[in-house]
């Protein structure tokens, strides 16, 4: 199993910008795929989830109301879109999926250090997101 993810960049606060992930590899349709979050320094946060199945979320109290995940299955993409940015929101942003949604979401409530990346099936490379004027 793999993701590749693109998107990031720098916007101003109240700005907006979308990552892109694409997992490929799983049988089913039934995963869970979502981002984390890094500063330096800090354990890996998450941000938002989604089963790729049924299409139930989940989103970090920090972020809802301004994020929101969604897929396209004709491209078999998930994005965050993610509205109303502020400075506080910069960070690095890592897709991530695994077989079961429920364990994606529980690791993103409870927080991933690096060592413990390898608990989930796939780890994207990143990309930055700056917030800043």
């Known amino acids: 199993v793999m993701v590749v993810e693109s998107g990031g960049g720098l916007v101003q606060p109240g700005g907006s910008l979308r990552l892109s992930c694409r997992a490929s590899?799983?049988?089913?349709?039934?995963?869970?795929i979502g981002w984390f979050r890094q500063v330096p320094g800090k354990r890996n946060r998450g941000v938002s989830a989604?089963?790729?199945?049924?299409?139930?979320?989940y989103y970090a109290d920090s972020v809802q109301g301004r994020f929101t995940i969604s897929r396209d299955k004709s491209k078999k993409t998930v994005y965050l879109q993610m509205n109303n940015l502020k400075p506080e929101d910069t960070a690095v942003y890592h897709c991530a999926a695994d077989e079961s949604a429920s364990f994606l979401i529980a690791t993103m409530k409870a927080g991933l250090e690096s060592s413990q990346l390898g608990a989930l099936d796939a780890w994207g490379q990143g990309a930055l997101v700056n917030v800043s004027s």
């Open positions: 590899g799983y049988a089913t349709e039934n995963y869970g």
């Open positions: 989604l089963n790729y199945g049924d299409e139930t979320t």
